[in-house]
């Protein structure tokens, strides 16, 4: 059974403090590694791929990079706004999607 | 472009009761999925759709929860009868294909009293 745990649960930053979310995970055949930011009362909106172990993707303030075991999310520089929660999402050979439980970011001024 | 529409955003329910709720992806995404989201946790995977036939649907509690895909492009996701455990977000997504990105709805929140 495919697995993906994030860590930690919860972050609080000031602002402009850089930071890693961590994402472990177990699966069997990855097709690709999702990251997703979610606001509350809202639902998931995509932020980035990964397909194989190596690959980096960046958006403004945010990158992510993949290993066989594990994918980082680095915040440089946060700002209040990236504040929210940060799941990330496995899916397997089959087409299957499993989601991590998250990690909640709070970042203040 | 036009997102991922759901209804209805809230719905409160008794215990035993039945309720329906309704999804409709981007135009022209082949693979929709319906999530279930417990306060505090990730968004974990009911049944998945690649057109209007069922790829996934190992973990969609089949004695009460039952879904359909019409014509490959609205779904709806029932349950009868409702249990206090299924007071959660329910979360409808579509994608272009199934190895691509999902694109979420804003999802129904389900209160079961």
């Known amino acids: 059974e495919d697995q993906v745990t994030q860590s930690p649960e919860a972050l609080r930053l000031q602002e402009g403090e850089s930071s890693s979310l961590n994402c472990s995970y177990t699966?069997?055949?990855?097709?690709?590694l999702f990251w997703y930011r979610q606001d509350p009362g809202k639902g998931p909106e995509f932020l980035f791929t990964?397909?194989?172990a190596g690959e980096e993707k960046e958006k403004e303030r945010l990158k992510a990079t993949l290993t066989k075991k594990e994918s980082f999310l680095h915040i440089t520089a946060p700002k209040p706004e990236d504040s929210a929660t940060y799941l990330c999402?496995?899916?397997?050979?089959?087409?299957?999607?499993?989601f991590g439980d998250g990690t909640t970011l709070t970042v203040k001024p | 472009e036009a997102g991922v529409a759901q209804s209805p955003r809230y719905k409160i329910i008794e215990k035993r009761q039945s309720v329906a709720f309704w999804c409709n992806p981007i135009?022209?995404?082949?693979?929709l999925y319906w999530y279930q989201q417990i306060l505090g946790q990730g968004p974990k995977l009911l049944i998945q759709?690649?057109?209007?036939?069922?790829?996934?649907d190992s973990q969609l509690p089949k004695d009460r929860f039952s879904a359909e895909r019409l014509k490959g492009v609205d779904s709806t996701l029932k349950i009868q009868p409702a249990k206090l455990e299924d007071s959660a977000v329910y979360l409808c997504?579509?994608?272009?294909?199934?190895?691509?990105?999902?694109?979420f709805g804003p999802g129904t929140r389900l209160t079961v009293t």
């Open positions: 759709f690649q057109n209007n036939g069922v790829v996934d």
């Open positions: 699966v069997s055949g990855l097709r690709g």
């Open positions: 999402a496995v899916q397997d050979n089959a087409g299957k999607s499993t």
């Open positions: 135009s022209g995404h082949a693979t």
């Open positions: 997504a579509s994608s272009q294909d199934h190895s691509y990105e999902q694109y």
């Open positions: 990964l397909y194989s």
